[in-house]
């Protein structure tokens, strides 16, 4: 049974916390899921200006263990992943952002 | 080099000051931005705030936001004050006007763009409120899934 191999998988949310578990829908595929396609969210939302004040924005790239969220995992374009993590180490400084997790 | 530079001054009182303290710090740079021939745009007092990590033992601190015009002579002396002032646990100066500039030329060019596109289409070149939203992307694909060849 030959089946179609582009897909839009089942919605697997950026960020990665949700890693595995999830089935493939139809079953039988030689992966079992497929992953949605990520976008970067600076492009996607034209956010222009990444701001080390912008706390809230940031922290959705830092997860607990503190550390920056790879663009592998949450599909960041090359240009915003650099201007991040500069406004991420400004933020750091700052004592908006931790270094370390606690 | 001739046209003003601006900066962003951030700076975090200990929690232990009081308020003169802290108006006395922001008085301390306002005359120094003067004296030093800059301008001090817009002051912000963003309150107490918890720091992510202990510095010198304190959880939490007064954080001010000065946006200043000026050379780089007067960060380097602001820089050396601000060191000095004891109550000033931590600080940071960021220049931005260059990005602020680059951040209006790529929204100057989107809109640019976006007009020159409604118009190829023969629309008004500013979206109407009552124009249906665009759509998001991939969630209406679904329906070629379930498909057998």
Not at chain 1, 21 to 38: D, I, N, P, T, V
Request: one cysteine or more; aromatic letters at 4%.
């Amino acid at each position: 049974m030959a089946m179609g191999s582009k897909k839009s998988g089942n919605g697997r949310g950026r960020g990665g916390s949700s890693r595995g578990g999830e089935r493939g829908a139809q079953g039988g595929q030689r992966r079992s899921l497929f992953r949605r396609r990520k976008v970067c969210k600076f492009c996607a939302d034209k956010i222009d200006d990444i701001n080390y004040k912008d706390v809230k924005l940031l922290a959705s790239f830092v997860p607990e263990r503190a550390k920056v969220l790879p663009r592998r995992i949450s599909g960041t374009c090359a240009l915003h992943q650099r201007k991040l993590r500069l406004a991420i180490t400004r933020a750091r400084v700052l004592a908006l952002l931790p270094y370390l997790a606690d | 080099m001739s046209a003003p530079r601006t900066y962003e001054l951030v700076y975090i009182v200990s929690p232990d000051a009081t308020d003169e303290q802290i108006a006395g710090i922001h008085t301390q740079v306002e005359q120094t931005t003067q004296k030093l021939g800059g301008t001090l745009v817009k002051t912000d007092n963003w309150g107490r705030r918890k720091l992510a990590y202990a510095i010198q033992h304190h959880k939490e601190g007064t954080y001010v936001l000065e946006v200043l015009e000026g050379g780089g002579e007067l960060m380097k002396e602001l820089d050396r004050r601000l060191k000095v002032v004891d109550q000033v646990i931590r600080h940071l100066i960021v220049r931005v006007d260059e990005e602020q500039r680059v951040v209006q030329r790529t929204q100057q060019h989107r809109q640019a763009t976006q007009e020159r596109r409604r118009v190829a289409r023969g629309l008004p070149p500013r979206p109407d409120p009552s124009e249906r939203p665009k759509v998001t992307d991939d969630d209406g694909v679904d329906g070629i899934d379930g498909m057998e060849v």
